[in-house]
């Protein structure tokens, strides 16, 4: 019986201390390129992109918009009407963290994030800020991959890149 008491005590005593150490959770895997490279789109969105060494990732982001035909913006300067389309580009080279790469840029205005995340054989991103986009373009989508081929590696003399966090 002592026996029996004992060994419980133990395990009980194991036991606690067990769930007392602190649980670290695993950072997300690196995607490999094949899960990274093609083309993704959402709505009128598009972003082309190519895993490069180092975990470094090339990416065009490409934002359209088709104003309705029944549809009157103005802004102080400009004015929209029937057939307007706005559009936005932003293109660099960005360092990817686990399954995370964010992307910032700073222009004279409010700096633009967008940040991506590869999980699940789609393509999360989040838009904070003013990115330059003609209004009401943002990044903010879920993106489906509709071509899995790399796209072509631009001169990156041309891009910006993007530093880490």
């Not at 899960?35 to 959402?42: K, L, S």
Request: one cysteine or more; hydrophobic letters at 40%.
């Amino acid at each position: 019986m002592k026996t029996i008491l004992l060994s419980t005590c133990f395990s009980l005593i194991a036991a606690l201390a067990l769930s007392a150490q602190p649980h670290t959770e695993a950072a997300p895997a690196l995607p490999s390129p094949d899960e990274m490279n093609g083309v993704w789109i959402d709505k009128g969105n598009r972003f082309e992109i190519r895993a490069l060494e180092r975990g470094r990732l090339q990416f065009e982001f490409s934002g359209t918009y088709h104003f309705p035909p029944d549809s009157e913006w103005v802004s102080t300067t400009q004015s929209y009407g029937e057939g307007r389309t706005a559009q936005g580009t932003l293109a660099g080279i960005v360092v990817l963290e686990g399954n995370v790469a964010t992307i910032e840029a700073v222009f004279e205005a409010p700096h633009c994030r967008i940040t991506l995340t590869f999980i699940g054989g789609k393509l999360a991103v989040q838009q904070e800020g003013f990115c330059r986009f003609e209004h009401p373009i943002t990044a903010d989508g879920n993106y489906t991959r509709i071509d899995f081929t790399a796209p072509p590696l631009r001169d990156t003399s041309e891009l910006q890149v993007m530093p880490s966090n």
